[in-house]
T-cell receptor
Framework: LAKTTQPISMDSYEGQEVNITCSHN???????ITWYQQFPSQGPRFIIQ???TKVTNEVASLFIPADRKSSTLSLPRVSLSDTAVYYCLVGALGFSGAGSYQLTFGKGTKLSVIP | NAGVTQTPKFQVLKTGQSMTLQCAQDMNHNSMYWYRQDPGMGLRLIYY???????DKGEVPNGYNVSRLNKREFSLRLESAAPSQTSVYFCASSEEGGGQETQYFGPGTRLLVL
């Protein structure tokens, strides 16, 4: 499972576009990049997934450069309801040498939207 | 279609007590997962079940046992609770194993061990 690095927190005003970048230098050839959103006191919720170039859905866009060593989640025109923690997850379950599986969400990026 | 449900929502235990966290999904998914989330941390995998009848350890399995009762249900048991197990526990499911497909999470169980 690729190690990921994200900013710990970000602030944005309502109506602005927000871009959250995730670094994943050791991404493997078969790894997909998945973003989840977590509101306080709730479980994470899938936002978007991609492999390369650009993916867009009704909620967000995901930009992945050719080298795939990073990815950027773009939220257009955020509102107060977008205040949440956003997790970047790269790859799938990894089987460790100790006989266990790993699938670790990093600490995520806490996005605060300001009125 | 309730998705993934978890019971209880909140529990307080004394050190040494036991309890079982219940999880059920109605999406006919093969794979199910148990995670824990500590304050300011991401989620860490406790146990994973690729299909009915199979379970595998995750990153932090010590102090926990699991049962994949059937395709719908995946329970997590704490035999002798410790304060270090104070956490929020999330159950998740996905159509197939591997983790790259979308995981659907339950609302979580908040556990406090005194």
């Amino acid at each position: 499972l690729a190690k990921t690095t994200q900013p710990i927190s970000m602030d944005s005003y309502e109506g602005q576009e927000v871009n959250i970048t995730c670094s994943h230098n050791n991404i493997a050839t078969n790894d997909y990049i998945t973003w989840y959103q977590q509101f306080p006191s709730q479980g994470p919720r899938f936002i978007i997934q991609g492999y390369k170039t650009k993916v867009t859905n009704e909620v967000a866009s995901l930009f992945i450069p050719a080298d795939r060593k990073s990815s950027t989640l773009s939220l257009p025109r955020v509102s107060l309801s977008d205040t949440a923690v956003y997790y970047c997850l790269v790859g799938a379950l990894g089987f460790s040498g100790a006989g266990s599986y790993q699938l670790t969400f990093g600490k995520g990026t806490k996005l605060s939207v300001i009125p | 279609n309730a998705g993934v449900t978890q019971t209880p929502k909140f529990q307080v235990l004394k050190t040494g007590q036991s309890m079982t966290l219940q999880c059920a999904q109605d999406m006919n998914h093969n794979s199910m997962y148990w995670y824990r989330q500590d304050p300011g941390m991401g989620l860490r995998l406790i146990y994973y079940s690729a299909s009915e009848g199979t379970t595998d350890k995750g990153e932090v399995p010590n102090g926990y046992n699991v049962s994949r009762l059937n395709k719908r249900e995946f329970s997590l048991r704490l035999e002798s609770a410790a304060p270090s197990q104070t956490s929020v526990y999330f159950c998740a499911s996905s159509e197939e194993g591997g983790g790259q497909e979308t995981q659907y999470f339950g609302p979580g169980t908040r556990l406090l061990v005194l």
